[in-house]
């Protein structure tokens, strides 16, 4: 047990970052959205999977194959880019459908959440029942599909003295650093992420200000989604394939992520998403992959005993209990 | 600050706000509070026949035209359903704890039957007491160590921990891992006596409709519990925690007693449920308790009208039947059930019943449950505030 874990140190080390980088890249809509309504938006791991067949979709239409190298970079911006477009689309739509009737009306935050969960249903069976089929051609039940026919698996290796790194862990690692910290100039840096963090403060001075509230969450709600959307590419580049029922078990990570974290605080996403994807390789290997979902929600249970607003406590906003 | 729904003569968007006034249940609530005890005792009465009427075959034909068994599809799905969702509704709709993993409490209940039903020879009665007082402790372990924590924070916790109950079960080869347990015994036939051609305290495998009886008496037990329970100290202390936790705890009310008790409580009923579904089905799997159920009774509680016992059971019932009702739409069926969730959620965000007390609370503020952080009215909301008031 403990043997295998540490001859499995820097290999769990290595694929927990890269898990942990996808985690945090999901973390970040999650806990965006939260920060400004104080909702779970249960329907964000929808979106990412819909960025996954955004991703596939478009790798086909172009019909590359085997590619490697600096290509399959290229490769990997356009799939991102095609996924974040349409996440984020999806995302802001979601927001304008779901739950600014609900805003607008006053509604609990509990009908929110509620709101959500039918939503994230209606995305999932929607992709799986309709778009899936239609657009791919296969049936719902055998809906895995993968994109090894596209990709020549990464096999080069960089070579660190004991640690091992594949591209894809290097790239999906690479990549979600980037995204991050364009995000952190976005929210600190420009006059909209202003307005994002204001409203996270105090939504009813924010207003009073001049904030324009309604484009303010549709703003976050659009950075939340691209986010997703990379995350789908880099996911794809990782794991390969993907189905209509994907994002559940990676939503309830990722927000676990954020709260470890602690929710609302963009920096927190970060922290909490590489913590829980490197425990959750440690655990694998210490307890057996099977125990790996255990050993997360146990760690998220423990944590929250000692630090109950998270690693790094809600900076986004006060905390409004 | 809630500026939309203050709205005494106030005519509101379109033709909607006169909608959903004819849809008022006040009229009803007069009449029913104004009631002298007798009649309300006669509807009870009328009530509870009602219920013991419900698996008619001619209810049947409407509510399960497709062939579907409608006893079955009562017991397996609506009854249980209404049962939880009442469990549910003393953590959530009265002490305001937001839990999204009461469906590890079902779990408990359902594996504590099979385990010592197969394994230890136990009978039905024997083993749901033992059932239930396991699912409570299992809330009383969940709770004591994170009850201190603040709404969502409780609610990813839950979330968690339904789910490492879930795959603590798939992982374990003592309860057989992903195949679950089988040939847990139905309980033990009560008497063969026979009326109105069912035999209601026969457990077999063929007719359902005992085990409908079973859960309408737990349902009977629960609601004369929860009712007894709201009416009292621990109910006030509960509605006082929801509104306002610290104002609670500087008036005196141990809130953390109070909120422990609501999780322990809630648990021990959804634990009721889980041994009569495992005896009913005689087989129990890890996939029988997936995050969607604790979000559907969920979302039965909040679209019933969070709260209000009447309510949460109707809400139950409303969703337990509707995927069921549309088997013949397949594939789509869960699109609209999706659709329609969210939809009922724009419509009545109070829900379909909700309590009085909870409607004012409601108009005032958001009933304890906070609101979404970005609700202030737009530009062309303020108008209307100015009107309504």
Known sequence: ?321 | MNLTKNGNGNDGPGGLRAARDRLSLDPLRNAWSTAPGPVRWAVYLLLVIGGLLLPNQAIGEFMAPSGSDWPSMLSNQIAIYVLLALGLNVVVGMAGLLDLGYVAFYAVGGYTMAIFATKYGWSFWESLFLAIAFAGLSGLILGAPTLRLRGDYLAIVTLGFGEIVKRTANNSSYVNGPRGVQGIPHPPTLSEFEIFGVQPLKYGLLDSRPYYYLLLLFIIIAIIFVKRLERSRVGRAWASIREDEDAAELMGVPTFKFKLAAFAIGAAIGGSGGVVFASQQTSINPQNFEFLVSALILAGVVLGGSGNIPGVMLGAAVLAWLPERFRGLSDYRMLIFGAALVLMMIFRPEGLWPSRQRKAELAEGTGGMGSMGAEVAGPGQTVTAEEGK
């Open chain 1, 1 to 321: 047990m403990l043997d295998d874990f540490i001859n499995q140190f820097w290999p769990s080390t290595i694929d927990g970052l890269a898990l942990g980088a996808i985690y945090a890249l999901l973390a970040l809509g999650y806990t965006m959205v939260y920060g400004v309504l104080r909702l779970i938006n249960f329907a964000h791991a929808d979106v990412f999977m819909v960025g996954t067949f955004a991703a596939l979709w478009s790798v086909r239409t172009l019909g590359v194959s085997d590619v490697g190298g600096f290509a399959l970079i290229g490769v990997v911006v356009l799939m991102a880019v095609v996924a974040g477009a349409v996440a984020g689309g999806g995302a802001m739509l979601l927001e304008v459908t779901a739950y600014r009737p609900l805003r607008k009306r006053g509604a609990s935050r509990l009908a929110a959440l509620i709101s959500a969960i039918g939503a994230s249903i209606f995305i999932q069976q929607l992709m799986g029942a309709v778009v899936v089929h239609r657009v791919f051609g296969t049936s719902k039940e055998g809906g895995k599909l993968d994109v090894n026919e596209h990709f020549k698996k990464l096999s080069d290796v960089v070579d660190v003295g004991p640690i091992l790194i594949r591209n894809d862990q290097l790239l999906v690692f690479v990549g979600a650093v980037l995204m991050m910290v364009a995000l952190d100039q976005f929210v600190n840096r420009t006059k909209l992420g202003r307005g994002i963090r204001s409203t996270a403060q105090d939504p009813e001075t924010a207003v009073l200000m001049g904030v324009n509230i309604d484009r303010v969450v549709s703003t976050t709600f659009l950075v939340g989604g691209i986010m997703a959307g990379v995350a789908a590419a880099l996911y794809f580049l990782r794991f390969e394939s993907t189905n209509y029922f994907v994002g559940f078990l990676l939503g309830i990570k990722a927000f676990t992520a954020a709260v470890l974290g602690g929710i609302g605080n963009i920096r927190g996403a970060l922290v909490g998403g590489f913590t829980l994807g490197l425990l959750e390789m440690y655990g694998s290997s210490l307890f057996g992959s099977q125990w790996r979902d255990v050993v997360a929600f146990s760690l998220l249970i423990l944590v929250l005993m000692f630090r109950p607003t998270g690693i790094l406590g809600e900076s986004l906003q006060q905390a409004r209990a």
